[in-house]
């Protein structure tokens, strides 16, 4: 068996990197084009960093370790179907495995702001591929051969079908191995100080006014409550993440691909990831549309919008911490000013308002982008994996670092609690139901406008005795049982 009357390549032992300087002549189908010669991308790389260096916003990293999985299983289905030799099988494999693993890093340098259907990053990823094969097996870089960019590496693909793979790989991984557990671990968390403080009374409040009391614990329960939810939406959204467009190539009809190559394909993707990936039954929407990545990104905003009302409920309790309400004492991390001295910051919480803010912006833009879909495709693809990947990165470490410098570490002033407690004029609500409501809101009234306490303008209106007042007005009495409320 030979490859051009010379027996098949074999793999060499090169590690990864180019000592050459300089330039190198790479070329595609329109010409040639200078390259860096320490670079392993070519032609169409080449050109996208010359028309497209906008601003400093690079795709991200992991959609190149996604499509490294996308061209590994291509390639091993090819060869399957003898549409490929296992010597350049094994040689593409190779290569993909090192982008997978991060070792091509280097060599991914294209910018967001490119082809609305990533063909750039497509062609980035099969330059790249192509060339370390080229290597690995002795060849001369820039030529093309033995493996080329877009009839080996590509093979049966378009960026059409293989981004949004990409994209759904790079997804999936965001949210199981750094999203859901983070979250998960300050639910647990949260959970844990609710416990604790099961039976602590305290003031509630609604409006941002006085309210009828509940315990801290059953506060704390709600925030807790709130981050289960959103996990599991999270996870409900992630199910269309598993449909995968390969095998679709350019609209849909699989043109260029073998019958079965979609199904065998994603059975690999799965193989190699160990998701429950499957191909897409219908790639017309598949391509057509980024709808499945609007719902999850529309997921991530739900947690930005519990982790906003939870960081904004701590800081708020924190204030202070002597003119405020006090009843949080927050973990005193770093000097929170530069001139008021002794001064310490909820700096925890409003970093996760902040990161709350930008997700809700990520994923507004996200929903715009999913809107611009026309007939066979939507070309807005590199601004929503760029946005869902960008708050899923600063949700995941949001909450790891609120988590452990803020949560953890947060207790609470029982002496605070209890004197808001005693003061607060809307336990008269317990008398309601005894003396009616008009009769409880002129004690309330007349107890504000004398400043006496709720008892002394109680027994003042005659409606009800010292002995039924102290047998009605017991907060810890008015707090219900549970969780689940009447």
Known sequence: MTVDGQPYPTLKNVPVGLDDRGNR????????????????????????????????????????????????????????????????????????????????????????????????????VNEVLSNRAIQLLGGELGSQHPIGPNDDVNMGQSSNDSFPTAMHIAAISIIDERLVPELEKLASTIETKARGWMDVVKVGRTHLEDATPLSVGQEWSGWAAQIRAVVAEIKRSRIGLLELALGGTAVGTGLNAPQGFSTQVAAKIADITGKDFVTAQNKFMAQGTLDAMVRASAALRGAAVALMKIAND?????????????????????????????????????????????????????????????????????????????????????????????????????????????????????????????????????????????????LASGAVTEEQYDAIIVPKNMIGEGLAGA
């Open 314 to 458: 701590m800081r708020w309790l924190a204030s202070g911490p002597r003119c405020g309400l006090g009843e949080l004492n927050l973990p005193a991390n770093e000097p929170g000013s530069s001139i008021m001295p002794g001064k310490v910051n909820p700096t925890q919480c409003e970093a996760i308002v902040m990161i709350a803010i930008q997700v809700i912006g990520d994923d507004t833009a996200t929903a715009f982008a999913g809107s611009q879909g026309n007939f066979e495709l939507n070309a807005m693809r590199p601004i929503i994996i760029n946005n869902f990947l960008h708050s899923a990165t600063v949700l995941s470490d949001g909450c790891e670092k609120f988590r452990v410098y803020s949560v953890e570490g947060t207790d609470i002033n029982r002496e605070r609690i209890r004197s808001y407690l005693d003061n607060n004029l809307m336990l008269v609500t317990a008398l309601s139901p005894i003396i009616g409501y008009q009769k409880a809101a002129h004690i309330a009234e007349d107890a504000m406008a004398t400043g006496s306490t709720l008892k002394a303008a109680a």
């Open 25 to 124: 002549t790479e070329f595609d189908s329109m010409g040639k084009v200078q390259v860096p010669a320490d670079k392993y991308w070519g032609a169409q790389t080449q050109r996208s960093l010359l028309h497209f260096s906008i601003g400093s916003d690079r795709m991200p990293k992991a959609v190149y370790r996604a499509y490294g999985v996308v061209k590994k299983a291509a390639a091993i289905v090819n060869g399957q179907m003898d549409r490929l030799p296992q010597w350049k099988v094994d040689a593409i494999v190779m290569a993909a495995d090192e982008a997978i693993e991060g070792k091509l890093d280097d060599h991914f340098p294209l910018f967001v702001w490119q082809t609305g259907s990533g063909t750039q990053s497509n062609m980035n």
